[in-house]
């Protein structure tokens, strides 16, 4: 098929558009500018570029279009967060196109009241970005069921992470200085009790529930899928393994909210209290039944080659390689799995 996905660069896209292409599909990459993929690969090659910047073409009515022009079997939008932006690419695709696939989030639930939360159960979004991707997937699931309308799925991935970024810590924020301090046994401080939840997903995991969405169009249309590890973690338990790869017995200290966000730069503070005030544990049981979706990372595996990568490119110091420290058992993949080569996994 001919798969345009927009935003191929990105988190996710760089690791899904190489494998489209190594499995038959003609890829048309669409990114703002000429950027660099986070996952180099030679399939990249093989793939169409184009320049496009939404933000502009939806301003002036014309980005729904340009995507259309491509002449698109699939649509797959890893870029949308407004329903204005959501109804401007549905209009221009209708009739048009196979499927639109778009990418969501968990945090479209918000608090949950049983976990793990599945995609059927009761929404309080809050927000900006969870309110408004909850709108969209209103929007795409309204239209998927209505005759006539566009074939649409949405794809709710978790934490992302993955070598090339910073990603969400065991204090639940992005300050990177967390990892040296449980590397060398410091003092690390924890809201409340360290029993709220964090729930990790690898950028390549995520490629994968799109790849197998693509190719059970009859089981995803209308419906909306979560992609994360198999597991939650609590902050408490994510410090604690992290310390132990260091050798090191964790060094935690609670205080409740409040007492905590005192003792750090706001925007850490900040980014804390939205993940803890969700504290998601997802379920992932609809799409491993429907598509056959199967994580080959863990929670712990994904932050571990994630933290390796910011190791090696200096942004944290932990004093030694985190990847051959880290092997769960059971798994899908040995610890060192090389997540950067040209295949891909899974």
Same mark, same amino acid.
């Given at each position: ?22 499995? @038959? ?37 014309? !980005?729904?279009? #340009? ?13 949308? !967060? ?66 006539? @309308? ?58 994968? @529930? ?32 992290? #310390? ?79 990847? #051959? ?22």
């Amino acid at each position: 098929m001919r798969v345009v996905v927009i935003g191929a660069t990105g988190h996710v896209g760089s690791y899904l558009v190489p494998r489209l292409v190594l499995a @038959g599909h003609q890829v048309v990459a669409v990114t703002r500018g000429i950027s660099s993929p986070y996952h180099q690969a030679r399939a990249w090659e093989a793939v169409e570029r184009v320049t496009l910047d939404r933000e502009l073409g939806d301003a002036d009515g014309t !980005f729904g279009a #340009a995507i259309a022009d491509l002449e698109p079997d699939v649509v797959i939008d890893m870029l949308c !967060f407004t329903r204005d932006s959501a109804e401007q690419l549905v209009e221009a695709l209708r009739g048009r196109v196979q499927l639109l696939l778009s990418c969501g989030t968990i945090w479209v639930h918000g608090p949950a009241t049983v976990v793990p939360v599945a995609e059927s159960d009761a929404r309080e979004p809050f927000g900006d970005y969870g309110v408004g991707k909850h709108q969209i997937e209103e929007l795409l699931l309204s239209e998927a069921r209505t005759p006539g @309308g566009l074939p649409s799925a949405v794809l709710h991935p978790g934490h992302i992470t993955g070598p090339g970024w910073n990603m969400i810590n065991p204090v639940g924020n992005l300050d990177l200085g967390v990892w040296g301090r449980l590397a060398r046994g410091d003092e690390v401080l924890l809201p409340n009790f360290g029993l709220e939840t964090v729930h990790h997903v690898h950028a390549d995991d995520v490629a994968q @529930g799109f790849q197998l969405a693509l190719e059970n169009q009859v089981a995803v249309v209308g419906e909306s899928f979560h992609l994360v590890s198999d597991g939650a973690l609590t902050l408490r338990g994510f410090a604690t393994a992290v #310390a132990g790869w260091f050798d090191q017995k964790p060094n935690l200290r609670f205080e409740p909210y409040d007492r905590f966000a005192a003792t750090m730069e706001k925007k850490h503070a900040q980014t804390t209290w939205e993940h803890i005030s969700r504290s998601p544990s997802i379920s992932i049981d609809k799409a491993k039944l429907a598509l056959g979706y199967t994580p080959r990372y863990t929670s712990l595996e994904a932050v571990a080659e994630a933290l390796d990568w910011l190791a090696r490119d200096g942004q944290v110091d932990v004093g030694r390689s985190v990847l #051959a420290l880290v092997v769960t058992p059971g798994s899908n993949r040995s610890a060192g799995t090389d997540a950067s080569a040209t295949e891909p996994p899974g």
